[in-house]
């Protein structure tokens, strides 16, 4: 079982729908990621969080501590959401800022 | 600020060549990595610099050596390239804070 997993794997949703995706780990962590990459693009951090919520423009982290889940919501989904999203943890056990990740979520939002 | 860049953009190698893959930062950050990443796979770190001076092996390593010049530039040797390294390979630098920058990512195919 990866230490880092994230559902749904694939999502296709209709411009302006509200979007979830989920991120589940198993680990004791200091800090989770939320990554984008867009196809044939680089990868780009949009959030780092540690606890409660983070908002930025449409998009919103969420991360409950206890049940070792994280969520990234976009709400009024645009085309230009379209990419893939990449859950990453930082762990606690000596890991020099090392990542684990999770193996992403591949987002289509159609106009 | 260039943030964090990598070249060359693509390469195709023959099996058995070898190359360097180059990277820099601007934004004096202690911490570089280099990963791969393969469809289905997600990112794996193959090697890591937390400071300079020091590397350190990752998840997957075989195959490949790394050198930290100087805290700037952190590079990715293949010596004898193989087809299963064909791959995208992102290197990425952290400060202290903890989120991770990446570059725009080499895609190297071997044939």
């Known amino acids: 079982k990866n230490e880092v997993e994230q559902s749904p794997q694939n999502l296709t949703a209709q411009e302006g729908e509200f979007i979830t995706i989920n991120c589940s780990y198993s680990?004791?962590?200091?800090?989770l990621h939320w990554l984008q990459q867009h196809p044939g693009g680089g990868i780009v951090s949009l959030f780092m969080l540690s606890s409660g919520k983070k908002k930025h423009g449409r998009l919103i982290a969420t991360i409950n501590i206890q049940e070792k889940h994280s969520s990234l919501h976009i709400t009024a989904s645009h085309p230009r959401d379209s990419a893939v999203y990449i859950c990453a943890a930082t762990p606690w056990r000596g890991s020099q800022g090392n990542l684990i990740f999770g193996k992403g979520t591949k987002l289509s939002v159609k106009p | 600020n260039a943030g964090v860049t990598q070249t060359p953009k693509f390469q195709v190698l023959k099996t058995g060549q070898s190359m360097t893959l180059q990277c820099a930062q601007d934004m004096n950050h202690n911490s570089m990595y280099w990963y791969r990443q393969d469809p289905g796979m997600g990112l794996r770190l193959i090697y890591y610099s937390a400071s300079e001076g020091t590397t350190d092996k990752g998840e997957v390593p075989n195959g490949y050596n790394v050198s930290r010049l100087n805290k700037r530039e952190f590079s990715l040797r293949l010596e004898s390239a193989a087809p299963s390294q064909t791959s995208v390979y992102f290197c990425a630098s952290t400060g202290g804070g903890g989120e991770q920058f990446f570059g725009p990512g080499t895609r190297l195919t071997v044939l």
């Open positions: 680990v004791g962590i200091s800090a």
